[in-house]
């Protein structure tokens, strides 16, 4: 392969993003799908971030935080946590990105606490992610893959998910329309329409669905078309690396 996973999985997150969306973008590796879905097919997206930042283009250079300078120069609009929290509440987020420690098989997140070795380990918690989870439109989850952040429950819910399966978000009157796909280092997951259970829908180039059942914590259903990720465009994996040039968040 001429791109590694990560860039593959900032692709993949590009490309969930439709034209003139409202995306809660985050750090990382969604922040980078932001920039690629900008420069290619959503050039009408806005994004925003926990910060009150609100930004209708790509931060003017690389960032480490959401309150470096590049993301704040230019801006549409600088305000504060509530102020964007109530763009959330009022319906008008159609994407949020998030990701967490451990997801179990309804996509439900744990970013509280986690046990290594018989010690309880304390995590930083929720930050706006439970918001994101129970109020955007939809909700993207991106994480590494790893049979110890994929049980079959999570020991804490921060974000939900869809809880204990179909009608649990009804019950607990979420607006949100819960996650619809978890994009991860060894593949692309959905959600089944009536049981609300995870899904594999494909698998990475290079990742057998064996070695992604492995490293899972139950038996994973598989999609009946299943297949390999596309791979990245030629100028996908250009605007990858214009937005990361030295591959600070893309190199595996």
């Not at 860039?7 to 409202?22: F, N, P, S, Y």
């Not at 209708?56 to 964007?84: E, K």
Request: hydrophobic share 40%; glycine share 12%; net charge positive.
């Amino acid at each position: 392969m001429d791109y590694t996973l990560k860039e593959l999985m900032v692709v993949a997150a590009a490309r969930e993003i439709c034209d003139g969306e409202v995306v809660f973008v985050g750090m990382r590796l969604p922040l980078l799908g932001f920039a690629v879905a900008k420069e290619l097919h959503a050039p009408r997206a806005v994004g925003i971030f926990e910060n009150g930042v609100i930004r209708d283009w790509p931060a003017l250079a690389p960032i480490f935080t959401m309150s470096d300078p590049p993301n704040v120069s230019r801006s549409l609009s600088c305000c504060g946590l509530v102020d964007v929290m109530s763009l959330l509440q009022s319906g008008r987020v159609d994407l949020g990105f998030i990701g967490g420690a451990e997801i179990d098989r309804f996509g439900n997140l744990n970013t509280h606490w986690v046990e290594e070795n018989g010690r309880r380990v304390r995590l930083p918690g929720s930050g706006g992610a439970a918001d994101i989870a129970g109020l955007a439109g939809r909700c993207i989850i991106i994480m590494n893959h790893e049979r110890r952040r994929f049980p079959p429950k999570v020991r804490f819910i921060t974000s939900p998910g869809y809880g204990e399966g179909r009608g649990w978000r009804e019950g607990k009157h979420l607006k949100g329309g819960g996650p619809r796909r978890v994009i991860t280092s060894l593949g692309i997951f959905s959600f089944d329409s009536e049981s609300r259970e995870m899904i594999l829908s494909s698998f990475h180039p290079g990742v057998s669905i064996e070695q992604i059942q492995r490293e899972t914590g139950w038996r994973l259903k598989v999609a009946a078309e299943v297949s390999e990720t596309r791979s990245p465009l030629a100028e996908e994996l250009a605007a990858v690396r214009k937005y990361d040039p030295k591959g600070v968040w893309t190199n595996n």
